[in-house]
């Protein structure tokens, strides 16, 4: 069975703080890792990695892979409020002509003024 | 920017009621998705859809459960005869041929 695994379950820091969460799994024919926000309801893309050590930036936010020792990290520098959220891992697999999500359990986040 | 929507945002039904969920997808996306989300726990897949018909299902996705494109833009999820237990935030997802999939805003099934 497909396991991903989040760390930690909940966090929470100070605005203008550095963090990193961190996502782990195990999968056979591992496709794809993708990271997604989630604040009140949908959760909102971030980054979609298949590489290993290639680091996705997107302003304060970063996530880099290593597929050898299967798992990715998520940065997030400079904290602010608007970053408390669920952040969500989820991998897909190769085979077949779908590619459903398997997700984690999500890190909360609370970022305090 | 084109984006994922759902009606309605929250259903109200009594046990053993018929429910639909209604979504529309970005509309150049040839994949879609049902999740489900109970309260507390995390997103689990129900069904991938491509080509008009089930890719993949899970177990979770039993008889009760039936999806369908029936005009080219919509997508629905039917459950036939709700239970306490399929109270949950149901997210409807698309994506093109990649990985990316973008989900809608959810609707909250709530089952009494």
């Known amino acids: 069975e497909d396991k991903v695994v989040q760390s930690p379950l909940s966090l929470v820091v100070h605005e203008g703080d550095t963090v990193t969460l961190n996502c782990s799994y195990e999968?056979?024919?591992?496709?794809?890792l993708l990271w997604y926000k989630q604040e009140k309801k949908a959760p909102t893309f971030l980054f979609m990695l298949?590489?290993?050590?290639i680091e996705k930036k997107s302003g304060r936010l970063s996530s880099i892979l290593d597929k050898k020792e299967l798992f990715s990290i998520l940065n997030i520098t400079a904290t602010q409020t608007g970053d408390s959220a669920v952040y969500l891992c989820?991998?897909?697999?190769?085979?077949?002509?779908?590619?459903?999500?398997?997700f984690g359990k999500g890190t909360l986040l609370t970022v305090n003024p | 920017e084109p984006e994922v929507t759902q009606t309605p945002s929250h259903q109200v039904t009594q046990m053993g009621q018929e429910v639909i969920l209604r979504c529309v997808p970005i509309?150049?996306?040839?994949?879609f998705y049902w999740y489900r989300q109970i309260l507390g726990q995390k997103v689990e897949f129900l069904v991938s859809?491509?080509?008009?018909?089930?890719?993949?299902k899970s177990e979770i996705f039993d008889d009760q459960f039936s999806v369908e494109r029936p005009d080219g833009s919509n997508f629905t999820l039917k459950i036939r005869s709700t239970k306490l237990e399929d109270s949950a935030m149901y997210f409807c997802?698309?994506?093109?041929?990649?990985?990316?999939?973008?989900f809608g805003p959810g609707t909250r099934l709530t089952v009494l």
């Open positions: 997802a698309s994506s093109t041929s990649t990985d990316t999939q973008y």
């Open positions: 999968v056979t024919n591992f496709r794809s």
């Open positions: 298949t590489s290993s050590g």
């Open positions: 989820a991998v897909t697999v190769s085979g077949g002509s779908n590619y459903k999500l398997t």
């Open positions: 509309s150049n996306h040839l994949y």
């Open positions: 859809f491509y080509n008009n018909e089930i890719s993949e």
